[in-house]
């Protein structure tokens, strides 16, 4: 570890789905007090910025490398710089954040993360869904198909469908051909619900419901290749019916209320 002691931050901070409504409190007070904001200006809405004080310079990582944003990093820390690392959603799903934190720790530059509302959570608000019903699923999984990242062969889609829980499917609608062949192979019938969100919580949100034999046409019709995610279960249209939950029923006794005979 290099001594390289410095009175600057980093603070990653989740920026949300998109609605610049949708930021923690904590995040958009640490994005009022940065000195520096470098932003990931594929995904994260611009309107959050205004957020900062006037004159804050702001860098859309879209166009650096990894060694220009940790440049950045490291000059304005050194200058006793706050500096905000704005990543979409939640910083910790699919957000290349952990090759930061080494470097970050490495040069013994401090830093903190701030969640924020993933993408995932705003399309199932978007389809009004819970993903845990009792008697229809209490697991959901999160993945991806492999694109130009690979998937180890143990998670892939096919293999993760034999578990029949819900499923929220992240960078992959391009592929949706080769999402729903994968979701077959693993056993779902032709018949499951499945829903895409595009753009969840934006003003152009654009959410398509279908089954596994309906929603490629759907999508294709739609021109929705990028920004989605694909949700994936019998929690959207629980056709046979779910158990209400334990905790709000009349007769169970728990920590907070002692339940009534019926
Ligand atoms: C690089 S990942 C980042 C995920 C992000 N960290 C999160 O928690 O949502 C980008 C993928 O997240 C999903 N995504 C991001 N924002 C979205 C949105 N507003 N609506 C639907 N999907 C979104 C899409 O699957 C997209 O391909």
């Known amino acids: 570890m290099s001594q390289n002691k ?3 931050e980093v603070i990653f901070v989740g920026a949300g789905p998109g609605d610049p409504e949708l930021i923690t409190i904590k995040g958009s007070r640490a994005l009022e007090r940065a000195d520096r904001v470098i932003y990931a200006g594929s995904l994260v809405n611009p309107e959050l910025l205004k957020l900062c ?3 804050t310079p702001c860098h859309d990582s879209a166009s650096l490398t990894l060694e220009e944003v940790l440049a950045l990093m490291l000059d304005g820390t050194k200058r006793g710089e706050t500096i905000v690392r704005l990543h979409t959603g939640d910083p910790s799903m699919y957000g290349a954040v952990k090759e930061q934190f080494d470097y970050l720790e490495e040069q013994a530059i401090p830093y903190s993360v701030i969640p924020g509302v ?3 959570f705003a399309a199932a608000a978007a389809v009004k869904r819970e993903f845990t019903l009792p008697d229809i699923s209490q697991t959901l999984i999160l993945t991806r198909l492999a694109g130009r990242t690979p998937v180890p062969e143990r998670e892939a889609l096919a293999q993760l469908a034999r578990h029949q829980t819900s499923m929220a499917i992240f960078l992959s609608v391009q592929d949706m051909g080769a999402v ?3 979701l077959l192979e693993g056993g779902y019938q032709a018949s499951t619900p499945i829903a895409v969100v595009a753009k969840a919580s934006w003003p152009d949100e654009e959410v ?3 089954t596994l034999e309906t929603i490629v046409a759907k999508v294709q019709a739609a021109g929705i290749r990028k920004q989605a995610q694909i949700l994936v279960g019998d929690f959207l249209d629980p056709t ?3 158990a209400r939950s334990k905790l709000y029923d009349p007769t169970f006794t728990h920590e ?3 339940g009534t005979d019926r």
């Open 53 to 55: 004080r006037p004159g």
């Open 208 to 210: 398509l419901f279908g």
């Open 256 to 258: 907070y209320r002692q």
């Open 6 to 8: 410095t009175d600057g």
């Open 180 to 182: 729903v062949e994968a």
């Open 240 to 242: 046979g019916g779910y």
């Open 118 to 120: 993933s993408s995932v």
